[in-house]
């Protein structure tokens, strides 16, 4: 269990929430949702790393 990759659990309770935002509070609560959702994952990153380097999240082919 210690090899447990977070960034996938993490994107599907995003999803998760934004589902539910968007169903019972219609387009205005999932945009909200939707911001403040990527608002903190930034600052989560500003606190972890202490700079905003997303670069780490593509994906990138060889």
């Known amino acids: 269990m210690s090899n447990v990759q977070w960034m996938p ?22 945009l909200l949702v939707l911001v403040l959702g990527a608002v903190g994952f930034l600052i989560g990153r500003i606190v972890e790393t202490g700079e905003i380097n997303v670069s780490g999240l593509s994906v990138r082919r060889k």
């Open 9 to 30: 659990v993490i994107g599907m309770a995003a999803g998760i929430a934004l589902g539910f935002a968007g169903a019972f509070g219609g387009l205005g609560a999932f």
